[in-house]
């Protein structure tokens, strides 16, 4: 879970920095993600604000999120049977790429959005595919990176 919030710490999105990390089976880190622009999306030229009376003008219609980043950062085949670390439960549309690339362990810091639709459509897609997914329960160990 270090490296998924490490990870999200090159978002420069100002509200939240979420992160993602795959890793096989015996646990060896195949990618990993932020939440931001597609490439050649310049991070000072599109819009970071939450609200706006206008979709184009906020950060949502843009941003591609942590998960399906390191989905498509990833370089060395299938992901079948894989385990991906997130900082935040997966949204709807991540789940459905998720399932697609064949994860089959999903292990998330945050639900703060837990009971939301998006939310609720993730668990019932995880549960019909056979997808597991869980709480990060913390081992105690402490990580200090000065940058």
């Given amino acids: ?13 100002p ?4 992160g993602c990390c795959i890793v096989s089976a015996d646990n060896k880190i195949l990618s990993m993600g932020y939440n931001g622009f597609p490439q050649g999306c310049s991070d000072e030229e599109f819009p970071w604000a939450r609200e706006s009376d206008d979709p184009l003008k ?29 900082s935040l439960f997966p949204c709807n549309e991540c789940a459905k790429a998720i399932i697609q690339a064949g994860i089959k362990t999903v292990i998330y810091d945050c639900d703060k959005y837990d009971g939301t639709p998006s ?9 019909a595919a056979g997808v597991e ?14 940058v």
């Fill in 15 to 18: 509200n939240s920095q979420v």
């Fill in 1 to 13: 879970m270090a490296v998924a919030k490490l990870a999200g710490m090159r978002s420069k999105d």
């Fill in 133 to 146: 997914f869980r709480r990060y329960e913390p081992s105690g160990r402490k990580l200090e990176i000065q």
């Fill in 58 to 86: 906020t950060k949502y219609v843009y941003v591609t999120h942590s998960e399906l980043n390191a989905i498509l950062n990833y370089r060395g085949g299938s992901l079948e049977g894989s385990k991906l670390y997130v």
């Fill in 119 to 127: 939310v609720i459509a993730s668990k019932m897609m995880f549960q």
